[in-house]
């Protein structure tokens, strides 16, 4: 009986002890050539995000797709200086393969996701799929779309470039996600901000 009480007791301190866990937060970044002129406003608006992170424990990771795939070129990190840099890197070229951004995202959250208390998914995009493995870009992404929503918690579509809207209103439908359109360049920093902050707590 003391053997099991003592076992109980350690039990006790050790779940009182245990770090909290975490909110995940997974922006996958458009870094196409439509996207040139937000880029640098979404980099400010995350680096922000992570300065805040100290208090709200929230981890940041960046995914960004381009040409013809997608990578994972932030891990989860509350260093605001190290993706400051990161971010910095990130040269806008090439094609809008979302499909492959999604399948990164899925591939990432299998793994990770039981790590956090919970995960949101933030997708900045002109929405506008032009290449993917398969011969429809927008049914590939659309189709993926399906199944990334049935691994991150909350989910959000910022469109940065609100002149495109029919597809990129199709693949926030099939994301199930809250669909913002930025109509201002320079308020582009603050929303993309309030929103990633809000939201998934």
């Known amino acids: ?117 919970n995960t949101l998914f933030v997708l900045v995009s002109d929405g506008n799929p032009n290449v993917s493995r398969d011969s429809d870009p927008v049914e590939s992404a659309v189709k993926l779309a399906g199944e990334l929503r049935r691994l991150a918690d909350v989910r959000i579509f910022i469109n940065p470039n609100p002149s495109l809207v029919e597809i990129p209103r199709k693949i926030a439908a099939a994301l199930g996600a809250k669909y913002v359109e930025l109509k201002s360049e320079e308020k582009t920093t603050e929303a993309l901000s309030k929103m990633i902050s809000s939201k998934g707590g």
């Open 1 to 117: 009986m003391l053997k099991n009480g003592r076992e109980e007791i350690d039990e006790l301190r050790s779940a009182r002890f245990e770090e909290p866990k975490k909110r995940l937060i997974l922006v996958l970044l458009d870094a196409s050539d439509s996207m040139e002129r937000v880029i640098d406003a979404t980099r400010e608006a995350v680096v922000k995000i992570l300065k805040d992170s100290y208090v709200s424990r929230d981890e940041v990771a960046i995914i960004k797709f381009q040409g013809v795939d997608a990578d994972l070129v932030i891990k989860p990190t509350r260093n605001a200086i190290y993706a400051d840099e990161k971010l910095r890197s990130i040269r806008v070229k090439g094609s809008t393969p979302l499909a492959a951004g999604f399948r990164k995202s899925i591939d990432f959250l299998r793994k990770v996701k039981s790590q956090y208390k």
